[in-house]
């Protein structure tokens, strides 16, 4: 289960927040009901308020802190069909030490990679705190029977994955099939076992409109996902302001009415130190602070980590460095 948040006088625990969301789940006619009885989404209302949070400004001092924060919050990814054992050893070694020359830097939060380089990049990183989190359930569509899935899953927590980053199946969502696609994340958690923690991957580009997110995400959540995630960062719309933002409104509510926390990791199209800082102001004006670390929050990205060390390395000497500075993943 999701790990729950530190009881206050009146938090509820999560077997009493299990037993008060289990008719909520306890039919395929139920959840729907629950998910469409949900809050319509007011998208120009929530695409201002994003506009908004991302004007704010960020002083030198913040600025640093926030580097070093977003640093320790990127999952460091490669998920190509050309990626070789030796790019993968490549990635985790910059994971651990994302800048050779100044060992104050930050490791990142993981290294994600297909299930058969879960083994290399465990290595890789051996010792280091670094997770590794493997991409699963037939990774990024989504078209396989459950037992091709599960096994997927299987592969890589045998292998020694931290994490799962499964994909939902869109085309039952969208369908209205709710309860199929409750069921098949609460497989893959059980697959998971006790050793790695879940992320639930929505595929926000294509659920078509915010109302379809804002179900996903307590859809995911009632399922028992350790993380929601925006995308696969394989199609034209990835990770968003406005969505990201909706799912931060989403695992503030859900932990405000169980007590349950729920991470949240937008990916794809996140490329610059702006638009990392412009997110984690999302993250605290909406959930608040305790969501402020990379237990809880996450970027999913491959380029990201390069433009933060860069401007990391403005802030500490007062230039830009050369285009070796950092290496090309």
């Known amino acids: 289960m999701p790990t729950t948040a530190p009881n206050g006088p009146s938090a509820p625990t999560a077997s009493a927040a299990a037993h008060a969301l289990s008719d909520v789940t306890a039919s395929d006619a139920a959840l729907r009901r629950f998910l469409h009885g949900l809050p319509g989404v007011d998208a120009v209302g929530l695409e201002a308020r994003a506009a908004s949070l991302g004007t704010r400004s960020i002083k030198t001092t913040s600025k640093a802190y926030a580097i070093d924060l977003a640093i320790s919050m990127v999952d460091l990814t490669t998920l190509e069909g050309a990626d070789t054992p030796g790019k993968v050893r490549a990635l985790g070694a910059k994971a651990v030490h994302p800048d050779p020359t100044d060992r104050t830097t930050p490791t990142t939060a993981a290294v994600c990679v297909y299930p058969d380089m879960v083994a290399v990049a465990k290595e890789a990183v051996a010792g280091s705190g670094v997770k590794v989190a493997s991409v699963a359930t037939a990774f990024p569509a989504g078209r396989a029977t459950l037992g091709v899935k599960l096994a997927d899953v299987r592969e890589a927590v045998a292998a020694g994955a931290d994490e799962i980053d499964m994909v939902i199946d869109r085309g039952a969502f969208l369908a209205g099939h709710f309860m199929k696609v409750y069921d098949e994340i609460v497989a893959v958690k059980e697959a998971c076992g006790t050793s790695a923690r879940l992320k639930v991957i929505f595929e926000t580009g294509e659920l ?94 491959s380029s990201l980590l390069n433009d933060l060390l860069m401007q990391r390395q403005k802030l500490a000497t007062g230039r830009y460095s050369g285009p070796d500075y950092v290496t090309v993943d």
Do not use: C
């Open 208 to 301: 078509s409109t915010y109302d379809n997110i804002r179900r996903a995400s307590w859809l995911g959540m009632l399922a028992g996902a350790d993380f929601i995630k925006t995308s696969t960062g394989k199609v034209a719309v990835n990770a968003t302001p406005a969505n990201t933002l909706l799912m931060l409104q989403a695992v503030r509510d859900f932990r405000a009415q169980t007590g349950i926390q729920v991470g949240v990791k937008p990916a794809g199209g996140i490329r610059t130190s702006k638009d990392a800082i412009k997110f984690l102001v999302l993250v605290n004006e909406t959930a608040g602070e305790d969501w402020l670390d990379n237990h809880w929050f996450r970027f999913g990205a």
